[in-house]
T-cell receptor
Framework: GAVVSQHPSRVICKSGTSVKIECRSLDFQATTMFWYRQFPKQSLMLMATSNEGSKATYEQGVEKDKFLINHASLTLSTLTVTSAHPEDSSFYIC????????????FGPGTRLLVL | RKEVEQDPGPFNVPEGATVAFNCTYSNSASQSFFWYRQDCRKEPKLLMSVYSSGNEDGRFTAQLNRASQYISLLIRDSKLSDSATYLCVVRSADKLIFGTGTRLQVFP
């Protein structure tokens, strides 16, 4: 089946630093990718929708200047958490929609971020 | 009110038991419905789509009642490997909306 990778799988950083997370679709092209965040014992919350070649669409309450999204190619989207703080510690998961199929959405393995 | 509501559980059942999970959604214009499974510290994985006519995949049966905005998942003959969190997911306005999940623990 379709595979989506994320890198890194886990990151620990100091407060104030920026962290970049990569999401790649390995065997298909993804015009649209989605970034989610999941806090412990909570549901996945959509942060933003990333569209190749255009600006991302952010959900209400998500700061676009803090969570920078770049979707420069049909197989790669990046999320940069700028000036990370302890409250940004979470499980970040991306998903990619196969350009050939409208509904099929594949999830990456997630990135666990811990900000000290 | 949350867009997708589920009983968080946990449901603790013995092997071989039948267990049912329920979910309600608030947006009557929702287009598609799914059950996902999420293991601890892992990404969610699609278990099955849910249709109004009901659908079955082995030991798993899913039902959708659009009038009541209610979705269910039935697991028969529970296995230890079924232990996980089951997420009710609704597609609305081209976005996936996740429930908090229902935790299932199957014991020997």
């Amino acid at each position: 089946g379709a595979v989506v990778s994320q890198h890194p799988s886990r990151v620990i950083c100091k407060s104030g630093t920026s962290v970049k997370i990569e999401c790649r679709s390995l065997d298909f092209q993804a015009t649209t990718m989605f970034w989610y965040r999941q806090f412990p014992k909570q549901s996945l919350m959509l942060m933003a929708t990333s569209n190749e070649g255009s600006k991302a669409t952010y959900e209400q309450g998500v700061e676009k200047d803090k969570f920078l999204i770049n979707h420069a190619s049909l197989t790669l989207s990046t999320l940069t958490v700028t000036s990370a703080h302890p409250e940004d510690s979470s499980f970040y998961i991306c998903s990619a929609r196969d350009s050939r199929g409208r509904e099929t959405q594949y999830f990456g393995p997630g990135t666990r971020l811990l900000v000290l | 009110r949350k867009e997708v509501e589920q009983d968080p559980g946990p449901f603790n059942v013995p092997e071989g038991a039948t267990v049912a999970f329920n979910c309600t959604y608030s947006n009557s214009a929702s287009q598609s419905f799914f059950w996902y499974r999420q293991d601890c510290r892992k990404e969610p994985k699609l278990l099955m789509s849910v249709y109004s006519s009901g659908n079955e995949d082995g030991r798993f049966t899913a039902q959708l009642n659009r009038a009541s905005q209610y979705i269910s998942l039935l697991i028969r003959d529970s296995k230890l490997s079924d232990s996980a969190t089951y997420l009710c997911v609704v597609r609305s306005a081209d976005k996936l909306i996740f429930g908090t999940g229902t935790r299932l623990q199957v014991f020997p």
